[in-house]
Every structure is written in C-alpha cells, then in structure tokens.
C-alpha cells in the first residue's frame, strides 16, 4: 500500500483540464455526465483514503477506542505512519461530514420551503406566481407535475417581459431541467467538491453545462434557437437573483456566463459524439481524468484490502 493511500488526495488535479475544455467541445448532456461521475468517482476515493489515514494514523493515539492490535507494527508498516498526518485526516475527514451534511440539509430545507411557498396553487407542472419581481426556475420534486417530475415556477413579472414565442422557449428551458434530472447533478458535484477542495471547478463546470444542456434541449424542442437565445438574454437583463428555491441554487455560481450561452445558441448545435478523438486538446484531457480516476480507484482498493487483510491477520475477530 505504502505512499499510493495519498494517491486519491491529489489525483483530482488530473480532472482539472477536462473540466474547462469539456465546456468548450463537448455536447452539454456528455460532458455532464462525464464530469458528474468524475467527481463522483475521485470525491469517494479521497474520502476513503481519509478514513484509512485515520484508522492507522491514529492506531496508537491516546485514548483511540480501536483494538490494541490495531497498533501492531505490521499494520504501521502498511501505511506510512505519522501521528501528525493521522491528526489531520481526522481533522478533514470531520470537515469532509460537516461540509456534505450542511449542503445536503440546505437542499432539503429549500426544497421543503418551496414546496411550502406553493402550497395551495394549482397541481399543475406550471406555476405562475404574482410577484413584480421577474423570475423563473424549475423546482424538481414539488408538487405532481408531469410524471411527478416537479414544477415550473414563473412570476407574471417574468412573463410580462417575453413575447409569447420567447414564454414556450423559457418553459421548455425550465422543463429540461426538469426532465434531465439536473438538479441531482448539480448536488452530486457539490458534494464532491465539500470532499475534496481540489474538485470545485468541476462544480462550476456542471453548473455551466446543465445550463447548456437544458438550452440545447429546449432548442430542439422549439426549433427556435434565435428565440431561446433571446429569452435567456433578456431574462439575464431583468433578474435582479434567483430566489433561493432553484436549481442554481444549488449549483456553484450560478447558470454561467450568459454572453457565452447566447453565443453558443447562435451558432450550430453541438455534436453529439459520446467520446471526442484522442489526439484533440480535449480527448487527451479526457483520457488524462479517465487514467488520474482509474488510478485513484485502483489505489483505493489497494489500501482498503491490504488494510483489510493486514487487520484480519494481526486483530482476532
């Protein structure tokens, strides 16, 4: 086992270029997904890694609750012992719980308030709210909408700012969102990134391609890309913020630069190859995450069965 157990700690850097260039070349709906288990993948494995850091770390610690045996010298030698680096694994492990614990209670607390905030409005998919403040935002579980999916939230302030075209480009950006599930990736890469530092620009990567996903599909749905770019433009223009019950809101930094989401709409819809060619910018940045993941679960692996044994041998069960 020895130094690889400190492997998954900093493989996470080898995510890094994808995460910029997958924005760039990549079909929004692949590179989400691929930067979502990405993420997924390299946050368990350096999460995994702390804990065994503290089990044998901490194995001859004063008042350490573990078997005695768990501080043989064999079990030392599998992994390289310091009181120092077992102390701060226990000190991040505990981060890495308090930080994933807060961000999956601010996902429910907003959801379960939203869901408040539209209680006694019309079981239906959309709805619209009077408020003189525009906005608009897919709420995902709240409600019956179609297919128990959730709802679309609209103020009358937000609609009184688009034409009828630019209205069934916004709803059918909010029900993509709604349809792809996108909130879960959004929150799957936040708690990825609570794990491990080193991930936080795959959390504002997804925030952007979700964005990107979304439009894509309600492009294609309208057939109006013109127009959707429109509507995104000018929602931008009179959204002041996005009231705390939306996706974005659990997202990194929002819906991403707009200029660019515009930009991409006017031009050609992105191709939708599910691995790009291996000698472009972004296929070697592509096999380079895919090798820093295969490595970081590989190491992982090897730590947890060669503790496991190691342990089984030296600690009667």
């Known amino acids: 086992m020895g130094v690889f157990v400190f492997l998954p700690l900093v493989l996470p850097l080898t995510a890094l270029p994808i995460a910029r260039l997958a924005e760039q070349h990549l079909h929004p709906r692949i590179a989400t997904r691929l930067l979502s288990a990405l993420a997924g993948v390299l946050a368990l494995c350096s999460?995994?890694?702390?804990?065994?850091?503290?089990?044998?770390?901490?194995?001859?610690?004063?008042?350490?609750?573990?078997?005695?045996?768990w501080s043989d010298p064999e079990v030392r030698e599998a992994v390289p012992y310091d009181e120092i680096a077992g102390k701060l694994a226990i000190v991040a492990l505990a981060s890495?719980?308090?930080?994933?614990?807060?961000?999956?209670?601010?996902?429910?607390?907003?959801?379960?308030?939203?869901?408040?905030a539209l209680a006694g409005l019309p079981e239906s998919e959309l709805a619209v709210?009077?408020?003189e403040e525009p906005y608009a935002y897919a709420l995902p579980g709240a409600g019956h909408g179609v297919g128990g999916r959730g709802r679309i939230v609209v103020s009358t302030a937000m609609l009184?700012?688009?034409?009828?075209?630019?209205?069934?480009?916004?709803?059918?950006?909010?029900?993509?969102?709604?349809?792809?599930?996108?909130?879960r990736f959004l929150l799957a890469v936040?708690?990825?990134?609570?794990?491990?530092?080193?991930?936080?620009?795959?959390?504002?990567?997804?925030?952007?391609?979700?964005?990107r996903?979304?439009?894509?599909?309600?492009?294609?749905?309208?057939?109006?890309?013109?127009?959707?770019?429109?509507?995104?433009?000018?929602?931008?223009?009179?959204?002041?913020?996005?009231?705390?019950p939306t996706l974005a809101g659990f997202a990194a930094q929002g819906a991403g630069p707009v200029p660019r989401r515009v930009a991409a709409l006017l031009g050609p819809a992105p191709s939708a190859v599910s691995w790009?060619?291996?000698?472009?910018?972004?296929?070697?940045?592509?096999?380079?995450?895919?090798?820093?993941?295969?490595?970081?679960?590989?190491?992982?692996?090897?730590?947890?069965v060669t503790l496991f044994l190691v342990l089984k041998a030296s600690t009667p069960l």
């Open 96 to 116: 890495v719980a308090v930080g994933c614990a807060a961000a999956a209670g601010r996902h429910r607390r907003v959801r379960r308030r939203a869901r408040l």
């Open 160 to 183: 009184a700012c688009l034409d009828p075209r630019e209205r069934e480009a916004l709803i059918a950006h909010e029900h993509a969102h709604l349809s792809g599930r996108h909130h």
């Open 129 to 131: 709210l009077t408020d």
């Open 47 to 69: 999460t995994l890694c702390l804990g065994l850091l503290v089990v044998v770390g901490t194995a001859q610690l004063p008042g350490n609750p573990l078997p005695d045996a």
């Open 213 to 244: 996903w979304a439009d894509e599909e309600a492009a294609r749905v309208t057939g109006e890309r013109t127009v959707l770019a429109r509507a995104i433009g000018k929602t931008a223009l009179v959204s002041r913020a996005t009231p705390a």
């Open 276 to 304: 790009p060619p291996v000698f472009t910018a972004v296929g070697l940045a592509a096999w380079a995450a895919a090798a820093g993941t295969l490595g970081s679960a590989l190491s992982s692996a090897n730590a947890t």
């Open 190 to 211: 936040r708690l990825a990134a609570r794990a491990n530092p080193l991930l936080r620009p795959l959390r504002s990567a997804v925030a952007y391609t979700t964005e």
